[in-house]
């Protein structure tokens, strides 16, 4: 079993910066490969960018070249930093585990980012 915890999201303003965390109840970044989602409201939910076991990562092109995920391995932390924020950005954001290995999946209970003038 993995817990995942969310935090960092808030209200911010067009055009400002949040970083969203992630803290994994244990080391799984070797075998799991770890993503942020989100859901606005009325919306599914679809994946804003994900980073592999072997450290590839891969965007939405909605978010390309204003988001960056990263992972610090010793902290089993994953992290998502979004620059130029946009009111479109505005949703529940949610980090999510997966093992292509195991099939097993793990989200967390999600953190509110609203973007507003």
């Known amino acids: 079993q993995v817990q995942l915890v969310e935090s960092g999201g808030g209200l911010v303003q067009p055009g400002e910066s949040l970083r969203l965390s992630c803290a994994a109840s244990?080391?799984?970044?070797?075998?799991?490969?770890m993503g942020w989602y989100r859901q606005a409201p009325g919306k599914q939910r679809e994946l804003v960018a994900a980073i592999s076991s072997g450290g590839s990562t891969n965007y939405a092109d909605s978010v390309k070249g204003r988001f960056t995920i990263s992972r610090d391995n010793a902290k089993n932390m994953v992290y998502l930093r979004m620059d130029s924020l946009k009111p479109e950005d505005t949703a529940v954001y949610y980090c999510n585990a997966h093992s292509s290995i195991t099939g097993n999946m793990y989200w967390g209970q999600g953190t509110q980012v609203t973007v507003s003038s």
């Open positions: 244990r080391n799984i970044f070797s075998i799991y490969a």
